[in-house]
């Protein structure tokens, strides 16, 4: 079964692959689509990307490049806006909220917002309130160590024999409240080690720390440690994917070495517009977006990025079906550890 | 040597005119955004970057960069004049800034600011070319337990920072702390003090409060006393600074240009900190402290340095190791990234063209910043003459978009107005509100690190007694504290 | 008088938080909780709280503002509240204008003539400078500006 999916994830990759070629080199036919997709009154004025996250970050890196080839084939102003505060929070429940539904509003968010609708909003909104226009890009967590030093070379396995063996000695980087630990915590109840979580405020400085010898392993995205990786002072472990990357075909994944399928952690990241978003307008929104992502270009400048792509997600006919596919994954995560009754 | 040949590369690339023309372009935006109030250099960051796409990658990070170092020099401008802070970093150039604008020395203070801006940035850079590398190895190690306890030694600095009420400096100092606590604690994702909303689940943003407790509270008290027309009912004396100025700020300014400098490559350092780290210095070390706050050119030429090195130091950690220290050389990495280029340790060997370019256009940032800052002067010192009824509202407003602009969140918006009101009514019972700031941004920083050195330390405490950089600045603080409380402790009025 | 009902409000404040922060757990199997540091910062308060409140410190004497002066500080303060508020209605373009009319108007009591030309020369300024100079999306108003 597992076989079989992975054999047809691999066949949808490259068919989409196949079409998203001909389909930018034939520029115009897009814009004659596209044409006839737009609504007569809309867009009147700029629309605003909002990015939950603060501005230079993946996210917000992922979502400028976004607009800058959605303007490319539309021809549509778009500005990005940096809606910022707790973790995405303050950001996520705007668009929920408060944000208009008249198709100016688009967020660039990622799968993160389940977690802050599920675990943290109190019930005030719901994922729900925001409906999926597109797929843009995913990121998978891995698992990096130090090159030198005491887990030189050593694999996914050893790394647990060690948690094990000698319990609360390796210096795991976490971010508190979300994927980064509950890896951790998946990897400790299965393997009966433990680590100490050393909590930081994002990826980013946990891979510093790793760097600067206060931790022992990191965790973050291809993006935020192909520096140190190309100067050799980090390696990846393990990468929580379902299968292995394209950009790192000799890192295995969690799954394959622990013999599981559940070790699978990405950020996804994707556009939604707020609930009652007309039709029409939405419906354009998601054109001009599926023909920027068909654009080589942009794909190329995702990959140098380091982000790779969903082939279930990128092919999809139904965004929101799929995505809420993962929702519920991670909603069962929630329940299953006790964080949701 | 091979510094030097790398910034001969450097300047080759970045002395062409249209590289020159964004650098100077960025200059000016960063002097005005640092002059406007509220708007710090983050959001301005942050909107301008989509204009730097369309540039080469070392055009763009050159006017990215003015503009985050002269919004450090702008930021001065109007906290001497109308007694707001620009920008964070310019909060304690209030103090003796506009008391110096008070007494009609507006024009010297200014003058100070600038050149003891380009001073320390320029020595800042000139470490920078020199060492980058060295000074990047030892600030990768420096992790939670030596942030801790350069917090300790920050907070114990803010002692020394209260003026008048100890008792009442104390209170402000634990109220900071406890206003820091609002939001999601990051160590391990609990919410504190948050009461359901998810407004103050994000934390109380300190833009609005700097805004609130200096920006409105000003406004309120001057709009009070309507007596003024025009901020300054004295007579301007003199534009320049005198040969007694200088005289007393040169050495400030070097000590403020170190103080800085390291400040900013270490993690937890940046311009905030440094800017009160040296105002407190300063005031820790004067023959007279009580000449602070009355107008002593020291504290305007030290924190004003302090703020500039600090933009020079931050740059060492990204352009050698590609490691962002602070929110500002984050989005500085992100639009590197955007460029196609990702910054790590190779950086500077296999990008020489841009990093020794960027390096050659904030020297060249910093020529042009001095050279728009010094005729500026005589502009600015004329806005003292403004009526006061025209300049407030539109103060005021500025304030607001300012504000807004940080998180684009209107609930900041009432936060702001709430210390504005809290901030006149303290003032009029005599509190001072510096080191309320000042321990709202160290106090988180202190607490996580703490709790990161106990968690990652099989040892417990004892991790602050083996790593010898922590407990050498453990003992600075020590001492520094056994020293203030040496002299008579003044509680109470004095 | 009300240096004094001050300082039971920082009694009260700070006993509060020290309370509330109690709830939040003080010791973990690592060190401190998240309870610990705003317990302290509550204590603190509380006891500088009592120690202005019965301690021998002069009491300062503020000069309150009355009369006219009271109303212009009350007229900033109610020119703010109504920014922050109706912005999100009217867009902030709508807003400010309304505000500055308001504060020109009531506290600096301004001609109408002058009032107005101020409002839009500085609403024209701030709307220029961030709206186009600097691309900022300010709140709009349900005419789209």
Known sequence: MKRMSLLAALGASLIAGAIALPVAAQGTDTKAVLAKLKPKDFPSQPIEFTVVYPAGGGMDVTARLLAKYVEKVSGERIVVNNRTGGAGMVGHAYLATQAKPDGYTVGIIANLVWGDAMLRAQGKWSYTDLEPVGYINSDALTWIGQTDGALKGRSLKDVLQIARDKPSTLRVAIVPGSMWEYLVEQLETASGGKFLRVPFQGGGPGITALVGGNVDIAQGFLAEYRGHLEAGKVAPIAVAAGARLVNQKDVATFNEVLGASDYVWNVIRFAVTPKGTPADRKAYLGAIMKAAMQDPELIEEYRKAGAFFDATLAGSASIATDLDKYATRERDFYQKSGRLK | MDALAGLATGFGVILTPGNLYYCLLGSLIGTLVGVLPGVGPLAALALLMPMTFVLTPVAGMAMLASIFYGAMYGGSTTSILVNIPGEAASVVTCLDGHQLARQGRAGAALGIAALGSFFAGTLSLIALTLFAPALAAVAIRFGPPENFALMVLGLVCTLYMISGSTAKGVLMIALGFLAAAVGIDVVNGKERFTFDSIQLTAGIELLAVVIGLFGVSEILANVESQARSTLVANRIRGLWPTREDWRVSWRPILRGSGLGFLLGIVPGGGPVTASFMSYALERRIATQPERFGHGAMEGVAGPESANNAAVGGSMIPLLSLGIPGNAVTALLLGSLVIHGIQPGPLFMTQRPDLFWGVVASMYVGNVFLLLLNLPLVGIWVQLLRVPYRILFPLVLLLSVVGTYSANKNLFDLWVMLGFGIAGYLLRKLEYDLAPFVISFVLAPLLEQSLRQSLVMSPDGALILAQRPVTAGLLVVALVLAALMFRRPVRLGDN | ?145
């Open chain 3, 1 to 145: 008088m009300a240096e004094r009902a001050l300082n039971c409000f920082w009694i009260l404040l700070g006993i509060a938080a020290a309370i509330h922060a109690h709830g939040l757990g003080m010791f973990g199997p690592s060190g401190p909780e998240s309870g610990l540091f705003p317990l302290i910062a509550g204590l603190l308060i509380a006891a500088t709280g009592i120690y202005l409140l019965v301690g021998k410190t002069a009491t300062t004497n503020p000069a309150w503002p009355r009369g006219p002066a009271l109303w212009r500080v009350l007229g900033v303060v109610a020119g703010l509240t109504l920014l922050a508020g109706a912005t999100q209605y009217v867009g902030f373009a709508v807003a400010s204008a309304i505000t500055m009319l308001v504060l020109l108007k009531s506290v600096e009591r301004a001609g109408w003539i002058e009032s107005l030309a101020i409002t839009l020369a500085a609403v024209t300024v701030v709307m220029g400078l961030f709206g186009h100079l600097l691309g900022m999306p300010l709140p709009r108003g349900p005419w789209g500006w």
